[in-house]
C-alpha cells in the first residue's frame, strides 16, 4: 500500500518594510487571499484553533487566525471574489464554509 504524502505548511513570508509591504499586497490580493483559504483549511483538517497565516520577513512577528474568526475570514475572501468578480474561484469558498460548519 503506498504511503499519503506528508502534508506540511508554512506561512507566507511578507516585507516588513511598510511601502514594500504595500506594494506586494496590491500586486498580490489574490494569491493572499487563497493562501488565507489555504491557511483555514489546513487548520481544519487538522483541527487547529490556531493557524498561522504571514510571517514577516527579518522578524519573528506572525499574523495568525483563530478558528473563531475562520467564518469571518471566509466571508470576507467570498464578498472580494465577488467585488472582483472572480466567480470562478467563489465554489471553494462556499465548500470550505460547509467543511466549517461540519
Known amino acids: 500500500m503506498a504511503r499519503k504524502p506528508k502534508v506540511t505548511y ?19 490580493k489574490a494569491d493572499l487571499t487563497e493562501k488565507v483559504l489555504d491557511c483555514i483549511d ?3 483538517k487538522k483541527k487547529l484553533k490556531l ?12 499574523i495568525t487566525l483563530t478558528s473563531d474568526k475562520f467564518e ?3 466571508t470576507n475572501v467570498y464578498d472580494y471574489y465577488i467585488k472582483e468578480e472572480k ?8 465548500e470550505l464554509k460547509k467543511k ?3
Do not use: D, G, T
Request: overall charge negative; proline content about 4%; aromatic content about 14%.
Open 72 to 74: 469571518e475570514n471566509i
Open 87 to 94: 466567480y470562478e474561484l467563489c465554489p471553494r469558498v462556499i
Open 51 to 62: 493557524v498561522e497565516v504571514f510571517k514577516f520577513e527579518n522578524s519573528e512577528f506572525l
Open 100 to 102: 466549517l460548519q461540519k
Open 10 to 28: 508554512e506561512a507566507s513570508v511578507l516585507p516588513s518594510n511598510f511601502s514594500q509591504m504595500e506594494s506586494y499586497i496590491k500586486l498580490h
Open 42 to 44: 489546513y487548520a481544519i
